[in-house]
């Protein structure tokens, strides 16, 4: 449209969505969106709405990216939850040495700061924390172990994918990231290989 600035949505919610990701909510001033995307505050409000609603659409971003990761590594070997569980792990290790992105996890990195958040950015953030807790036990579904000992994996599992973003965000080495996350599929794997169907524990 004539003597109107055009930009690109999804780009600007990347950059809005690295300044969240490496300064958290409550440090990603309105001048810092504006730099990183090259709006002024009318442009971002206009097109965004205000701080919390880009916030929002920020971490939809987030989980959009890679959420879809996550997805197809869990969902890349049917039948072996160890495996799968490796696989994701994989991903998230991938995420962290990836240098075009900051470190850690924007989704850590707002579930730390809840306190300060809106409800509903709050609420944003627990829900997408349960999505991927239901992923994990999806992938888990495949094992022969109890409802319960399958549920408790899940979260610990989710558990350990969020103590590897706090710990790159604190600048500990891949060599340690990994060998957290081998420990982790390795309690996996052993929990499954200990674990009694549910039917055995009602007979």
């Known amino acids: 449209m004539s003597g109107r600035k055009q930009f690109d949505i999804n780009a600007a919610l990347?950059?809005?969505?690295?300044?969240?990701?490496?300064?958290?909510?409550?440090?990603?001033?309105?001048?810092?969106?504006?730099?990183?995307?090259?709006?002024?505050?009318?442009?971002?409000?206009?097109?965004?709405?205000?701080?919390?609603?880009?916030?929002?659409?920020?971490?939809?971003?987030?989980?959009?990216?890679?959420?879809?990761?996550?997805?197809?590594?869990?969902?890349?070997?049917?039948?072996?939850?160890?495996?799968?569980?490796?696989?994701?792990?994989?991903?998230v290790l991938g995420r962290i040495a990836d240098p075009s992105v900051p470190s850690g996890c924007l989704i850590a990195?707002?579930?730390?700061?809840?306190?300060?958040?809106k409800e509903e950015n709050s609420a944003q953030v627990r829900g997408l924390l349960d999505v991927q807790r239901q992923r994990v036990r999806t992938a888990l579904a495949d094992s022969s172990a109890d409802t319960r000992t399958l549920d408790e994996l899940a979260v610990f599992v989710v558990a350990v994918n969020q103590s590897l973003a706090v710990l790159s965000r604190a600048g500990?080495?891949?060599?340690?990231?990994?060998?957290?996350?081998?420990?982790?599929?390795?309690?996996?794997?052993?929990?499954l290989a200990r674990a009694v169907p549910e039917d055995l524990t009602r007979d």
Not at 22 to 44: E, I, K, N, P, V
Not at 109 to 117: D, G, I, K, V, W
Not at 172 to 191: F, G, K, N, Q, Y
């Open 172 to 191: 500990a080495p891949d060599a340690e990231l990994r060998s957290v996350a081998r420990l982790a599929c390795t309690t996996v794997a052993d929990t």
């Open 109 to 117: 990195q707002s579930a730390a700061q809840s306190p300060t958040l």
């Open 14 to 91: 990347d950059q809005a969505m690295q300044v969240f990701w490496q300064r958290g909510y409550a440090d990603a001033s309105l001048d810092a969106l504006g730099s990183a995307t090259g709006l002024g505050r009318g442009s971002l409000y206009g097109a965004f709405g205000n701080k919390d609603a880009l916030f929002g659409q920020c971490l939809d971003r987030y989980a959009s990216i890679y959420g879809t990761q996550y997805e197809q590594a869990l969902a890349a070997h049917p039948g072996d939850p160890v495996r799968a569980v490796e696989a994701f792990f994989g991903v």
